[in-house]
C-alpha cells in the first residue's frame, strides 16, 4: 500500500497466546470468547504484527516482535510459535536482510514489541539491525530501566541495553516526526512512553496503534487490557484516536489481532466500531 511516498505492508514475526481474561481486563469471558476463543489454559491466540515502510531512500522497521531469547519455560508459557515466523524472516520475504533497516520505531520496550531488537550473539546479545537507528520515546526508555512491581515482567533488560551500550538509540521527547511523513505521540494509558505512529500526513493515513488498542475487539473504548497501568486514560486516548480517525478514514493497523490485519472505524452510538477486516 502506497502512503504519502511510503510503500507500507505489515511482517507478522510471531504467534503467541496470552491469558485472555488479562487482555481484556474487565469485559466478561462470555463477550469476549465470542471473538478471540481461549484455549484449556484460558490463553487466546495472539501475533506479532510488525509494519514495514520502504521510501525516502529509508528502510523503516515499527516494533519487532519477540524475538529469540527465551527460555523452554517461557516458550510453553507463552506458547511461542517462532520457528519459521521471525522478523527476520519476514524480512526475507520481503527481499530483505536486517543490515538493509535504517530504522526501527518502537512503540515500547515491553517483550512482545521489543524483543526481535536484539539477537543472541557468542558474546551476549547484539543488536538485530546493525544499521539502524532505533527510536523510543525517552520516557519509555526510562522507566523499562525502572520499571513498576506491576509491569517488570514484561521488561527483558537483554531486549533494549545492548541497544544503548552500542549507541544506536534515539530517544524521542513527545509528539514528533522522525522521518518525512512518519510521525508518533505519547499515549500513556498503557505504560509512560508508549507511542503511536502514524503514516502519512492527509486523509487515509495508516495508524499503528500498538498497546493502545491491541485487536479489533478492543475498538469499542470500555474494552481495555489489564496489563494497562492507567486504563481509565488508555480509554480517553482511545476516544481520542478514534474520533481523528474515523472522520479521517484512517487505516487502523491491530498489532495482536490474528484475525484481522487492520480496520477502518466508524461511529456507533456514544462509541466507535470496526468497520470490518481490511489487509496492507
Not at 507500507?8 to 469471558?29: C, H, Q, S, W, Y
Not at 486514560?233 to 481520542?240: F, G, H, I, L, V
Request: charged share 20%.
Amino acid at each position: 500500500m502506497l502512503i504519502h511516498t511510503w510503500d507500507v505492508t505489515t511482517i507478522e514475526a510471531e504467534r503467541f497466546r496470552l491469558d485472555g481474561g488479562a487482555m481484556f481486563g474487565v469485559v466478561p469471558k462470555t463477550l469476549w470468547s465470542r471473538q478471540h476463543p481461549a484455549d484449556e489454559k484460558n490463553r487466546i491466540p495472539m501475533v506479532t504484527r510488525c509494519l514495514l515502510a520502504r521510501g525516502e531512500g529509508r528502510v523503516v522497521l515499527v516494533d519487532t516482535g519477540m524475538g529469540e531469547q527465551w527460555s523452554d519455560k517461557e516458550r510453553e508459557i507463552y506458547a511461542i510459535e517462532n520457528g519459521h515466523r521471525s522478523i527476520v524472516a519476514g524480512l526475507a520475504a520481503a527481499g530483505l536482510t536486517p543490515s538493509n533497516v535504517t530504522d526501527v520505531v518502537l512503540t515500547h520496550l515491553h517483550f512482545d514489541h521489543a524483543g526481535g531488537a536484539t539477537t543472541p550473539r557468542p558474546g551476549g546479545p547484539a543488536p538485530t539491525f546493525p544499521s539502524a537507528r532505533y527510536h523510543v520515546q525517552e520516557q519509555q526508555l526510562a522507566w523499562a530501566q525502572s520499571p513498576s512491581e506491576k509491569d517488570r515482567r514484561s521488561y527483558k533488560p537483554e531486549h533494549f541495553l545492548p541497544l544503548i551500550q552500542s549507541g544506536q538509540l534515539s530517544p524521542v521527547k513527545g509528539a514528533a516526526e522522525i522521518l518525512p511523513g512518519i510521525s508518533v505521540w505519547p499515549t500513556e494509558g498503557h505504560t509512560p512512553g508508549h507511542q503511536v505512529v502514524r503514516i502519512g500526513a492527509q486523509r487515509g493515513a495508516v495508524i499503528y496503534c500498538g498497546d493502545l488498542i491491541p485487536t479489533a475487539a478492543h475498538v469499542p473504548t470500555p474494552w481495555v487490557m489489564s496489563y494497562d497501568l492507567s486504563p481509565l486514560t488508555t480509554m480517553r486516548e482511545k476516544r481520542e484516536l478514534l474520533a481523528k480517525a474515523a472522520a479521517a478514514e484512517d487505516l487502523l493497523v491491530m498489532e495482536h489481532d490474528p484475525f484481522n490485519p487492520a480496520v477502518r472505524v466508524a461511529p456507533a452510538g456514544d462509541g466507535f466500531e470496526s468497520a470490518g477486516r481490511e489487509d496492507l
